[in-house]
């Protein structure tokens, strides 16, 4: 094998094991999104004044990891929150059970590939180990 093919091969197998977001993931998550985030956290992602956060170009999803944003999701979250750099105190609702970890994952996924953000898929698997740790406490 020569050295062009074998950096070919090598991408491809790196290429290979990374989670793929399809349009149709992206729609789903969309869809979800506005069906129940939207009227808090607005259309654009700029969220609503004091009361609920942004999600546009968010610090707090950037910095945060994936498995507290799921389960604060899934399990909803209340108290103090700090987002780019404003303080809110407010209630997040979890997600009505009608919602199956492929359309959590999609929902995040969504906002984490949007709004300015850049923090990738989130997976069913990923939701399904989240939701088995519990609420954060």
């Known amino acids: 094998m020569g050295k062009r093919q074998f950096i070919v091969f090598l991408t491809c197998f790196a290429f290979a094991g990374t989670a793929y977001t399809s349009a149709q ?12 985030c939207r009227t808090c956290h607005q259309e654009n992602g700029q969220g ?21 944003i799921i389960r604060e999701v899934v399990f909803g ?10 303080d809110f105190n407010g209630m997040m609702m979890p997600l009505p059970p009608k919602y199956k970890d492929k359309d ?13 953000n850049k923090k990738g898929k989130v997976t069913e698997k990923e939701v399904t180990a ?6 954060i406490k």
Do not use: C, H
């Open 104 to 116: 959590i994952a999609d929902v995040i996924t969504f906002v984490f590939t949007n709004f300015g």
């Open 25 to 36: 993931d992206v729609n789903n998550g969309k869809k979800i999104f506005n069906e129940y």
């Open 48 to 68: 609503l004044g004091v009361v609920y956060p942004p999600l546009a170009k968010s610090d707090y999803i950037s910095k945060t990891d994936k498995q507290t």
């Open 77 to 86: 979250k209340t108290g103090k929150v700090k987002v780019n750099g404003k």
């Open 130 to 135: 989240a939701k088995k740790k519990g609420k």
